[in-house]
């Protein structure tokens, strides 16, 4: 008798098609379908948020388990078990969405915001009863491009520094830009115990320049130009990976095309394979 996953589907069949999907699923995950589920994972796969802030969630005694606060990371549940976030129950996602966002300024990327200030997820009309949270951030005071889904393996896997993926910003400054903050930026800028890196710069103004990140530190480029006095008039992400801002218009949203989306599925398959070398 073949095995059941977490939907109720036969596991054969649906391990065949997450092989097609080309999705790279770890024995450990493979496993959590075949029994039980572990609460982040849960959290994840239910549109809450990326599976690390939900750990976080888990350990501030918001989540309840058939009734009781659940405060350990690891636990584990089965889908018929009653979930609850602060008293609301929660439900594993049934479709997947994949948003690409043009955040306006003064726009936070948190989904609470204890300032009430604007949240940019509000801005996504069309999808607002999935619950979806952003793909990394993009602080309160910047613009452009930013991903919103409710997937959370595909959250997790995208922001996280080992995935490589490149992300390019324009920043415009009060006063000229020089080639020798450029070369040290590349070079690695030490600055309050962090280094702050580029991969590569481009020249498009004397006081405007294009940035290349890949490792997405909180606020990089801000701290390492506010360590060498470089004034930031605006800051603008226009790229991630292959998925550009293009013509996409400020606080307008988009859904990821397919072959958009094979192509972070292919970059989070080789962080996996980088990790088991």
């Avoid at 388990?65 to 008293?87: A, F, Q």
């Avoid at 801005?123 to 930013?146: A, E, M, N, P, T």
């Amino acid at each position: 008798m073949n095995s059941i996953d977490d939907e109720g589907n036969d596991f054969e069949a649906t391990k065949q098609e997450l092989v097609k999907k080309d999705w790279d699923f770890k024995k450990e995950e493979i496993e959590d379908n075949l029994q039980s589920i572990r609460l982040q994972v849960y959290l994840s796969h239910a549109g809450i948020s990326s599976r690390r802030a939900a750990e976080e969630i888990i350990e501030s005694g918001k989540v309840r388990v058939n009734g009781k606060i659940i405060k350990e990371r690891g636990h584990r549940v089965l889908t018929s078990d009653e979930v609850r976030l602060d008293g609301k129950i929660i439900h594993l996602v049934q479709k997947k969405i994949y948003v690409a966002l043009n955040k306006p300024e003064m726009f936070v990327c948190t989904n609470d915001d204890p300032e009430n200030r604007s949240l940019a997820v509000d801005l996504i009309h069309s999808y607002h009863d999935l619950r979806l949270f952003s793909v990394g951030r993009l602080d309160f005071l910047s613009s452009g491009l930013i991903i919103y889904t409710n997937d959370g393996n595909f959250a997790n896997t995208v922001a996280h520094p080992r995935s490589g993926i490149e992300k390019e910003y324009e920043i415009e400054a009060r006063k000229e830009i020089t080639d020798d903050f450029l070369n040290e930026f590349v070079k690695g800028i030490h600055a309050a115990g962090e280094k702050y890196q580029i991969k590569s710069y481009k020249k498009l103004a004397p006081r405007k320049v294009s940035l290349v990140l890949t490792e997405g530190k909180n606020r990089e480029i801000r701290n390492a130009c506010a360590a060498r006095k470089v004034t930031i008039k605006s800051l603008k992400r226009v790229r991630i990976g292959t998925l550009k801002i293009g013509n996409l218009a400020l606080g307008a949203y988009r859904l990821l095309s397919q072959s958009e989306l094979e192509w972070f599925m292919s970059q989070s398959k080789k962080g996996s394979h980088g990790r088991r070398h």
